[in-house]
C-alpha cells in the first residue's frame, strides 16, 4: 500500500481537505493567484521555438519520460520496460535534462528519444504541439514552471517522482510566493523517495495533490528467461553435485577459470564447472584441449549431458544463460580479472540467487558492482591464485549463501519503486480517459 507523507487532513492520498476545489480548477487555481510565477512566464515567454529535426511523431498514444540528472538511464529503462509490457499502451518518448537527444540503447524497441525544450514559451509549445503526449511523468527532474503550467493549460496530466528535496532546496521554492503551490500541484500524483521529502512536498504543494513515499529508484535487472523443463532435467543430471559458473570467459582467463575449478576438485571431486566461453565458436576447441588434459568434458553444441563423471561442462549453446544462472550457486563473472570488464549485468546473476565472484574490472556497471560490493553481496578477487581460494571456500553451499542472499536483496532493491512509478502512470492514464483524478 502507499505511504502517505502524513495522516494529516491536509494529505489528499489520506482525506480531502475541507472545501477543495474541484480537480480541473485546482490545477489551474494556484497559478493563477501567484504572482511570482506569473511573472516568470512573462519573461520566459518571448523567443523563437528553435528549429530541431525532431524525430517523427508515430500514430497512436505518446507517454512521455523526462529524466532528472541524477536519474541512470539503465534504472529508467526498468520503468519503460514495465509499460512496454502493457497491450495498448502506446510509445514512450524519452528526454532528460542533457541538451541532447538521450541513448537508448538497450530500452523497448518503439521508444523514442528527443532533447526536452528549452524553458521559453514558445520552445515548449513547439515541442507540445509535435509530441502531444498523452501523459508526462518527471523522474527525478526538478519541475520547471513554464513547463509545468503548459502542461496544465493543455489537461495534459502529469506525475512527479521527485528528487530528494533538502531544506534549502525547500526554503528556495518558499522564497517564491504561491509558484510552488500552484506548480506542485498541478501534478495528479506526486512520488517521493524518502519522508522528509514528502513532508516537505506536502508543505509546498498545499495538500492539493496526493503524496506517498515510493522509495528511492535503483537499478535492478529483470530475471533472464530459461526454459523450466530443461532446468529441471539437467538438475536431475546433476543432483547434489557442487556446481559453479564461469560466465562469458574470455580466452585468456580460461587457465585461471581451470586452474580454479582444479584446486575445489582437491576439496569435492564432483565439482562441475560449467564454463561459458566468450566466443560460443570456442567451445569444441576448448572441450578438445581440456580432454587432452584428462578433463572429463561435455559439450553443450553436442547435446552431452553434465553426468557423473563429467567435471566440465562447456556451455557454449546461444540463448540459455538464465539456465546457467538457475543451476550454479556460484557465478564468475568473466573478464573482470584479466579482461576489460564483464559482458552482463552483474544484477543478472545476483536476482537469481547465485553469489558472485569478480575480478576489478567492473566497467560498464561499476555502480552495481558498487552497490553489490556495499552490500556485502560479492567477492573480488585480484589475482588467478584469490579466484582459486574464492571458488574452493564457496562451494561449500552455506558460504555461498550469505552472498547470495545479500546480493539478491541488494538486486530486487528499486523493483517496487519501478512498479510503483508504472503504476502511477498507468493510473494517470485511466484517469484521463475516464476523465477523473488518478487513484492514490
Known sequence: MPTCATSSPRCTSCAKRPGAAPRRRAETAGMARSPALGLYLLLHRAGAAPRRDRP??????????HLGQGVALASAAQIARRLAA???????????????????TGWPAGCAADAAPEESGAAIAAFLDHWRPAHATFVGAAP?????????????????YAQPMTRGSALTWRLRPGMA?????????????????????????????PIEVAGILRETADPVPHAEAERAALRQIIGTRPVWFACACPENEEEAVIAAHRSATRLSHRCLLILQPQDP?????????????DWAVALRSRDEDPEDPVSVLIADGEGELGLWYRLAPITYLGGTLLGTGPSRNPFEPAVLGSAIITGPQTAPYPDAFRRLSDARALRLVRTATALADAVSELVAPDRAAVLAHNGWVCATDGAEVTERIAA????????AEAGGPAAA
Open 281 to 293: 565458436a570456442r567451445g569444441p576447441a576448448l572441450a578438445a584441449r581440456l580432454e587432452q588434459e
Open 86 to 104: 502493457e497491450r495498448g499502451l502506446g510509445r514512450l518518448l524519452v528526454t532528460t535534462e542533457a541538451p541532447d537527444a538521450p541513448d537508448l
Open 144 to 160: 520547471r514552471p513554464g513547463l509545468v503550467t503548459a502542461l496544465a493549460r493543455r489537461r495534459i496530466p502529469a506525475v512527479l
Open 424 to 431: 502511477a502512470i498507468l493510473s494517470g492514464l485511466a484517469a
Open 56 to 65: 517523427a511523431r508515430a500514430e497512436g498514444r505518446i507517454v512521455w519520460l
Open 181 to 209: 503551490a500552484g506548480i506542485f500541484a498541478s501534478f495528479r500524483r506526486i512520488l517521493a523517495p524518502d519522508a522528509a521529502t514528502a513532508e516537505r512536498l506536502l508543505s509546498l504543494s498545499g495538500g492539493e495533490v
